[in-house]
């Protein structure tokens, strides 16, 4: 076999191989589309389920009332207070679990720092 048909073979292959891992990029961010979907709709459905539990009568409302119910409700003093400290407490935990995190990534090994593996 002469070198250059060994080198085109080896292209084919590497054309082929590329293919292929192309392919499968596409199947698997389909899949994490899918899954975000899944999830997105469950939260959708799970927060609907708590609003027509904690709003009496909510399910006799049409979308219209529920929504200006809403507005009125989530724009008062109290709740834009609430929510913001609801905000400063998720960040602040956010916070701190990064810090876990960073101290955990402090104590890798030296090997592990390089390479990326665990020894």
């Known amino acids: 076999m002469l070198p250059s048909q060994k080198t085109a073979e080896q292209i084919a292959a590497t054309e082929k191989l590329i293919a ?12 994490l589309k ?11 459905i799970e927060r609907g389920r708590l609003l027509e539990k ?3 009568g909510a399910d006799a409302f049409t ?8 507005e009125k409700t989530i724009r008062s003093n109290y709740a ?3 929510l913001a400290e609801l905000k400063e407490q998720i960040a602040a935990e956010v916070a701190a679990q990064q810090g876990e995190n960073g101290e955990a990534a402090g104590e890798k ?5 390089t390479t990326g593996e665990t020894v």
């Open 80 to 82: 834009v207070k609430a």
């Open 34 to 44: 899918e899954q975000e979907s899944k999830e997105r709709t469950h939260r959708e």
């Open 109 to 113: 090994s030296e090997a592990e720092q």
């Open 54 to 56: 904690m709003i009496d």
């Open 63 to 70: 979308d219209e009332q529920l929504q200006a119910y809403l």
């Open 20 to 31: 292929e891992k192309e392919n499968l990029l596409k199947e698997l961010r389909q899949k």
